[in-house]
């Protein structure tokens, strides 16, 4: 509900986006992985520009971009809840 209603603090915003370019750098280290991205890209169809602008994006969105995105996204009239496990 506060993702829907109240931007994302822009000092927890750039612990986030660190966090997720740093997982990007990781995942493109190394001939092994990045071959698994090439792979990645022609399994889904995607141009050879889509983890730049992956990068990108992550590096620039902003908290009312996200919050707009949230507002569309997670509705919660449009959500299922699935419980697992015994009572």
Known sequence: ???????VPE???????NYMLGVLLGDAD??????????GLIVFGL?????IRLV???RTTTSEEL?????????PASMIEAVAGSK
Not at 30 to 39: A, T
């Open 1 to 7: 509900d506060r993702l829907r209603n109240e931007p």
């Open 30 to 39: 190394g001939p092994l992985n990045v071959s698994e991205i090439i792979r």
């Open 56 to 58: 990108n994006e992550t």
């Open 47 to 51: 141009d050879k520009e889509y983890f």
């Open 67 to 75: 919050l707009r995105l949230a507002q569309k996204y997670l509705d």
């Open 11 to 17: 000092d927890e915003l750039k612990i986030v986006r």
